[in-house]
């Protein structure tokens, strides 16, 4: 049993927040949560909402049709109040509407009462956790840790007397402990990187990559990390090769525009063999595009970043227990290859809240893979040796008394200096390239759920994952024969299961959240295996489990499969 | 001299100006004792550009316009390593202008010796930033219309707190200058009147011996107004040596983690360690 709730209002009236106490009290009384944010790129005025689904089961995704609504204005009526279930209720001030269908109330008065006018919007949140009869002491401590003094008595007092305006009407089955976490996609990222030890972030703020810097930024001094925002993204990705030039685990990350920037110096990374992890939370492009919407368009452009040849992984990001791993994980792979990782992320998973088991950070290992002394021939050391595996024995700078380390972005001899050898050129590219060999041994396989062996097979990557998981789930229990596999290692593109699964189904549909379904492009490339049927949305908007269903139950209705 | 600092066969044109700046910048690092593993020498793309690979010591050799950001995040990371970057005047002023604006702000611990010979060599003479309105080059067939930057005002508004300038053609004063950025606390910027005996004709040897003059040993480098008005000398007389000098607080002394603790390479990780952060999600 799961419900759902909208919290609308413009820009400015305090909806994060509101939607903040709301997630956070679910989530204490031991609820699974799953949140989304819909806003607009500006700070005041506008509609923006944010939709909140809980329950006592895990939670993957959004859904579209919802059991309460508060309306901090008019838009969020004449926008949402369509979305109401027919038990639903729509919670708003007098003010706005006095139409005696809806749960109005003067709010405004009392917020006068509690002394700050800017409480109308907790009354509003009494309401709504009284209608799911939530315990009320569950949000004082909440409130507890968000305010403070005044603010934070107004705040108890007008959330009482909401809670006592209101009648119990839905009955959700409260959990006993409360064990889980709740966090969005960035904010796992950032903690996965803190987990496994960066040292150094180097970024420029762009929407919606920004939170993962600000939530290393607040743990900087006490986990000992720099994090320097710097002049543009050119700067963050030679800072942060600088940086792990120098011997630290570093890290960078933008959204499409700035990841456009930072492509020159993906390819140095590619050419002087210096790990690098970077973050690339996708929106809308091209160029400025959606500044705040959701979408999976740069996968290609990502795959191919840098110019020239040279290995690198990519690994899109699915969720955020996910996200927190693979980033750990991200940086053993940088460190063991000599070589630029980049995770990809989008609007969606960036900023949805999600409850989940507590991450176990006994799971994350750190295998930095550099060498001492023993790198040295005769006193010599060759930041480029040519070994079988193509990977050199890396030192750290000043670290190796007698040993100097040079990287060059000119092609370049064992030594590191600049060379013109057309047989050094072809040695060098050979060991390069021997590493993406190993890297194929290395990389994950999608994940697959549903049918074994299913009739119908469902083709994703990185955030859709919930969606996609939710929406196979309503197809089996309609009987259908279906399964999905959910890539989230993609670059070097893994074949084996797309081979095995597409050559049995008899009907393949891709879902992808872009116009081109790049995904499907690189199945045929890579595995010979196209999708049949596509499922592509690109309003900047994430599909819900509901909409892929439909889609699908369409496809296969007009098919003759069933 | 030395041998700690050898360098290796160069592929600069018999005659070049970055000569006398290797072999200043030999003397400098073995006069100050240091040891070839204890310094690292940052560097874009450009003739200048290839001085690592001339010596024997750490080298980042990154992109073109790209050393600042390296440069800076190396000492952030390792304040036991002294940085320098060797670099073009296109490089520094022209594709990583931004970053040279941005460098003096954050006053990490970096000795920036600019190759300055007016010209861009590597590419075959076009115009550098510093290029002289009015000159003929490979490119601008009807002369420069652009006024040239003036790095020493330029360093000197953004707050620099060492400013200086040399001459390739004079070694002794050179390599003094080089000592003294390298060992100042902070951002140093030294441009060095570099000629490019292939590609710019007009600021030869002798129109550099002809006009460089010394600043004499009374000149009060810690006056800002002053500094500005010799930053402004420039024709028959052309002044080189300390322009502006004062202390300031470098990038690792804003962060007390990385002024009181030990370099940030030498931290201990451990995953555990950020376990307690999972509180901010309960
Ligand atoms: C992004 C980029 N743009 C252009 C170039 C080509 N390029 C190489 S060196 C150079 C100019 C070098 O001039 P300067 O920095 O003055 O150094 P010099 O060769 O005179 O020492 C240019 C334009 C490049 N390598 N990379
Ligand atoms: S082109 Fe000019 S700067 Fe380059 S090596 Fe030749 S003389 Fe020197």
Known sequence: MDYNVLIGGAAGQGIDTLSYIIEKTLKRCGLYVFSMKDYMSRVRGGHNFIQVRFGDKPIHSHDEKFDAIIALDEDTVNLHSKSLKPSGKLILDKSISDNDTYLSFDFKAVAKECGNPRVLGTAAVGVLLKLFGIPLDVSHTVLDDEFKGDVLNANIKAIDAGYSMAKQIFNV???????????????????GAIAAGVKFYSGYPMTPSTSVMTYIAKKSHDAGIVVEQVEDEISAINMALGASYAGVRAMTGSSGGGFALMVEGISLAGITEIPIVITEVQRPGPATGF?????????????????????????????????????????????????????????????????????DFTKVTIERHISGHEALENGVYKRYKLTQSGISPRI????????????????????????????????????????????KEEVQEPLFMGAENPDILITCWGSTYGPVKEAVDMLLKDGMSVGALSFGDIWPFPTKLIKKYGKFAKMIIDVEQNATAQLDSLMRENALIKADEHILKYDGRMMSSRYIYERVREMTRSSSLY | ??????????????????????????????????????????????????????????????????????????????????????????????????????????????????????????????????????????????????????????????????????????????????????????????????????????????????????????????????????????????????IYKVEKPTYIDNISFLKDGPPLVDAKLDPMMAEKYLDDFR
């Open chain 1, 291 to 359: 500044p705040t919407r959701t979408e999976q368009g740069d996968l290609r452009f990502i795959i191919h970043s840098g110019h020239g040849e040279f290995p690198k992984m990519v690994i899109s990001l699915r969720s955020p227990e996910d996200a927190f791993y693979q980033t750990a994980r991200a940086f053993n792979i940088a460190d063991k290859y000599q070589i630029p990782v980049i995770l990809v992320s989008d609007q969606y998973l960036a900023d949805s809240g999600v409850t989940v088991k507590p991450f």
């Open chain 2, 1 to 242: 001299m030395n041998t700690a600092f050898e360098t290796y066969e160069t592929a600069w044109c018999p005659g070049c100006g970055n000569f006398g700046i290797l072999n200043a910048l030999k003397d400098a690092l073995t006069e100050l004792g240091l040891k070839p593993h204890q310094v690292v020498i940052a560097s874009g793309i450009g003739q200048a550009a290839k001085m690592p690979h001339y010596i024997n010591v750490n080298g980042f050799n990154g992109l073109h316009g790209r050393a600042l950001p390296p440069a800076t995040a190396i000492n952030i990371v390792n304040k036991d390593l002294k940085v320098i970057i060797d670099s073009g005047d296109g490089d520094t002023y022209g594709e990583g202008g931004n970053h040279f604006i941005h460098a003096i702000r954050r006053n990490a611990n970096i000795a920036h010796f600019v190759h300055d010979n007016q010209i861009y060599g590597l590419t075959k003479g076009q115009a550098s930033p510093t290029t002289a309105k009015g000159q003929k080059t490979s490119l601008q067939f009807d002369g420069v219309i652009l006024d040239p930057v003036k790095p020493i005002k330029l360093a000197l508004t953004m707050g620099a707190g060492f400013v200086a300038r040399s001459f390739s053609g004079n070694y002794e004063h050179l390599k003094k200058m080089m000592k003294e950025a390298i060992m100042y606390d902070g951002y140093a910027l030294l441009d060095i009147f570099q000629p490019c005996v292939t590609f710019n004709k007009v600021n030869t040897f002798k129109w550099y011996n002809d006009r460089v003059y010394e600043l004499p040993d009374d000149y009060d480098y810690t006056d800002l107004d002053n500094a500005f008005k010799v930053a402004d000398e420039w024709g028959d007389r052309i002044p080189i040596g300390i």
């Open chain 1, 396 to 439: 750290i700078p000043g670290k190796v008394e007698g040993a100097t380390v040079l990287i060059d972005s000119d092609e370049h001899d064992e030594f590191g200096h600049i060379t013109e050898s057309e047989d050094v050129r072809v040695k060098m590219v050979n060991k390069r390239m021997k590493k993406f060999k190993l890297l």
């Open chain 1, 173 to 191: 089955p409260l959990g006993k402990k409360d064990d889980n976490i709740y966090i969005s996609g960035n904010e796992a990222i950032a903690l």
